[in-house]
């Protein structure tokens, strides 16, 4: 059940991967957004990260201590373990159908490759893809306890910031178990297809000697970011605009608000909700807000 508590991770992780190294600075993409008396700062998270992880850079420290209010995606420090394990009992199990009746016999096979079978067969497709998209970070020592989110949010509320959240556990649970259930089984043979394919050549973003923190790390969305949104968006549109466009426009929505006042404000949430023309800082240069990238 610790599975569901992060579900925020999936926009940083989905496929694997976020970047290649070569950004300026080789620090986490960070960017400010301006209107007349307001600023608002983006950074895109990594959601688990490894303890020994150094991502805190001068440019986002007078960030943080600027800021009068902190944004993440949603709270997954207070989240209590049996209000999580009500959420994924109710949104994330199908006690009628079983995965290996939704999956080709291929599919299958693969799974039970990857996973228990017997332990998994009532998940539905997307909480098994959850499951899986996250085991190679897990396996690598990454944890969300490390993660810049929660590690930010102890920060905030104990420095006395105001903290607020987009969404709730719940509002993220609807996120997946709202999809069409061809979007969802599409979700999960990609990850399939994804762990099974061979190891990219050294020295490639995806490759074993450029770790997903290391990509993150660098900071360099460009190369690698819009490919994967770019294919999500052609081969699973429904699980695209569920989980990056419509999310993104609700959020432009309120920090269009929080822009029209005079504080300071700080948003931590996953890196691919910072990529393409469908990402934050787009979206809100769209609107007519100055948008710089400062690392």
Known sequence: ????????????????????????GAAPALWVVKS??????????????SPNAKWRTPAYDAAFASAKTLWFETDVESADPLTVQNIVAHYGVDPERTLSQKLPAADVAELAHEADLARIEH???????????????VAQGARVASGADATMTRNARSGAKQVRFFETLEDQAHVFADL????????????????ARPPARPGTATSPDKSLEQA??????????????????????ALYNALLKR????????????????????VNVGALHMVGDDGLPALLKARGFEVQRLQ
């Open 216 to 237: 993150w790390l660098d900071g360099d969305l460009a190369k690698l970011g819009p490919a994967l949104t770019g294919e999500m968006r052609q081969q699973n549109p």
């Open 1 to 24: 059940m610790r599975m569901f508590r992060m579900v925020a991770l999936v926009a940083a992780t989905l496929f694997g991967g976020l970047g290649a190294a070569g950004a300026a």
């Open 123 to 137: 998940l539905r497709p997307w909480a098994a893809a959850l499951m899986l998209s996250m085991q190679p970070m």
């Open 36 to 49: 007349a008396h307001a600023q608002v700062y983006l950074f895109g998270t990594l959601h688990a990260l």
């Open 247 to 266: 999310r993104n426009l609700a959020w432009a929505d309120a920090l269009t608000k929080a822009l029209a006042g005079s504080d300071v404000e700080l």
């Open 180 to 195: 069409p259930e061809q979007a969802e089984v599409r979700y999960l043979t990609d990850i399939l297809d994804a762990r």
